[in-house]
């Protein structure tokens, strides 16, 4: 069966045969030879406009005042869908999309931020103003931490095939949960960086303070900045339970009082991005493979790159107390220009 487009003899039998056998587009499609798809797609464009030949010429003119009108549409309602602005201009989709590109409008996925209270607003504020405080340059020696979850990618490499056929290798078999690896890390000031630690089980106050003390973290930090830093970790339950004070935090010269519903705060997040980009479309047999990969690409980061990323904490402090408190995820264009007006290479510093 062919998939060539229709010729006006061809456009011709098809009425013909539409008028004896009524809508079957199987049987049509049979009895011209024509794909039922091509077949249904000419049947309703000549049911709607009965003619054999799409009138082609030049586009016509769309004026300022209809471009800006429809720019204002998609400013006011962002919500607003190219079929609805289509049938509102009486414009094709592709002319209406064509209108928003010209005007750098793109479509976009909606940015999340995380549900707050104007007391997580005030507390927010209050530690982003005491630590940009501080000369960028100035900033005690933080120990950022925290833990990310990846998942393994399920699905297989694609493959070429024809529409509706499957042979054998185009299939594999769906897992019901995909398999998953916590790991934990902390970075620090000229590109420090912790040994990339893999949570087995479930992480409670107990596991976590004996994943940081048996793998010598304590240890190592202490080892490498005496009792000149501060450790920092988020708000989970296992890192702020009375256990935890009492058995790991006692162990370091400090620990930072880190504000609720702030983990844009923690520059160590893109740090999982960027792990998480090095195993795009990469497939994994096990977690256990999935884990040495992790811990060789986070072995492999350039200290220049850690170090980018640990020094925006100051910039993401100074834009977010100046906002009162709210998200960085609206902010990030800020953030990158008063990173900037600091940012130093590492072999600089």
């Given at each position: 069966?062919?998939?060539?487009?229709?010729?006006?003899?061809?456009?011709?039998?098809?009425?013909?045969?539409?008028?004896?056998?009524?809508?079957?587009?199987?049987?049509?499609?049979?009895?011209?030879?024509?794909?039922?798809?091509?077949?249904?797609?000419?049947?309703?464009?000549?049911?709607?406009?009965?003619?054999?030949?799409?009138?082609?010429?030049?586009?016509?003119?769309?004026?300022?005042?209809?471009?800006?009108?429809?720019?204002?549409?998609?400013?006011?309602?962002?919500?607003?869908?190219?079929?609805?602005?289509?049938?509102?201009?009486?414009?094709?989709?592709?002319t209406i999309k064509s209108i928003l590109n010209d005007d750098a409008i793109k479509y976009?996925?909606?940015?999340?931020?995380?549900?707050?209270?104007?007391?997580?607003?005030?507390?927010?504020?209050?530690?982003?103003?005491?630590?940009?405080?501080?000369?960028?340059?100035?900033?005690?020696?933080?120990?950022?931490?925290?833990?990310?979850?990846?998942?393994?990618?399920?699905?297989?490499?694609?493959?070429?095939?024809?529409?509706?056929?499957?042979?054998?290798?185009?299939?594999?078999?769906?897992?019901?949960?995909?398999?998953?690896?916590?790991?934990?890390?902390?970075?620090?000031?000229?590109?420090?960086?912790?040994?990339?630690?893999?949570?087995?089980?479930?992480?409670?106050?107990?596991?976590?303070?004996?994943?940081?003390?048996?793998?010598?973290?304590?240890?190592?930090?202490?080892?490498?900045?005496?009792?000149?830093?501060?450790?920092?970790?988020?708000?989970?339950?296992?890192?702020?339970?009375?256990?935890?004070?009492?058995?790991?935090?006692?162990?370091?010269p400090a620990y930072l009082n880190w504000p609720a519903k702030s983990s844009d705060l923690?520059?160590?997040?893109?740090?999982?991005?960027?792990?998480?980009?090095?195993?795009?479309?990469?497939?994994?047999?096990?977690?256990?493979?999935?884990?040495?990969?992790?811990?060789?690409?986070?072995?492999?980061?350039?200290?220049?790159?850690?170090?980018?990323?640990?020094?925006?904490?100051?910039?993401?402090?100074?834009?977010?107390?100046?906002?009162?408190?709210?998200?960085?995820?609206?902010?990030?264009?800020?953030?990158?220009?008063?990173?900037?007006?600091?940012?130093?290479?590492?072999?600089?510093?």
């Amino acid at each position: 069966m062919t998939y060539k487009t229709l010729s006006n003899d061809d456009k011709v039998s098809t009425i013909r045969f539409y008028d004896q056998l009524g809508p079957r587009g199987t049987s049509i499609s049979r009895l011209t030879g024509f794909n039922e798809s091509t077949i249904g797609s000419f049947w309703h464009r000549y049911e709607a406009k009965p003619q054999l030949e799409i009138k082609r010429g030049r586009p016509p003119t769309i004026f300022d005042d209809v471009k800006q009108a429809v720019i204002s549409v998609f400013d006011y309602d962002v919500e607003t869908t190219l079929k609805n602005a289509s049938f509102d201009f009486d414009l094709s989709k592709f002319t209406i999309k064509s209108i928003l590109n010209d005007d750098a409008i793109k479509y976009m996925k909606k940015t999340p931020v995380p549900a707050m209270k104007e007391e997580h607003f005030a507390r927010r504020k209050f530690f982003c103003s005491f630590i940009s405080g501080f000369e960028p340059n100035q900033v005690p020696n933080i120990i950022i931490t925290d833990e990310s979850t990846v998942e393994i990618d399920c699905h297989k490499p694609g493959i070429r095939r024809r529409r509706g056929h499957h042979p054998p290798l185009s299939l594999y078999n769906a897992e019901q949960k995909p398999k998953t690896v916590m790991v934990w890390a902390g970075i620090g000031p000229g590109g420090y960086r912790t040994e990339l630690l893999r949570v087995k089980g479930r992480l409670n106050s107990e596991a976590y303070c004996n994943l940081l003390i048996n793998n010598g973290i304590v240890k190592n930090l202490n080892d490498t900045f005496g009792t000149n830093y501060i450790f920092q970790q988020d708000n989970a339950p296992c890192h702020r339970s009375a256990f935890t004070k009492d058995t790991l935090l006692k162990k370091f010269p400090a620990y930072l009082n880190w504000p609720a519903k702030s983990s844009d705060l923690i520059p160590i997040e893109q740090l999982w991005h960027y792990l998480k980009h090095k195993l795009e479309n990469q497939t994994f047999s096990n977690t256990d493979e999935l884990f040495n990969r992790l811990k060789y690409e986070w072995e492999s980061i350039p200290k220049s790159i850690i170090h980018s990323h640990y020094s925006s904490f100051h910039a993401r402090c100074t834009v977010c107390a100046r906002h009162d408190g709210q998200c960085l995820n609206t902010l990030w264009s800020e953030v990158h220009k008063e990173h900037d007006k600091y940012r130093t290479n590492l072999n600089y510093i």
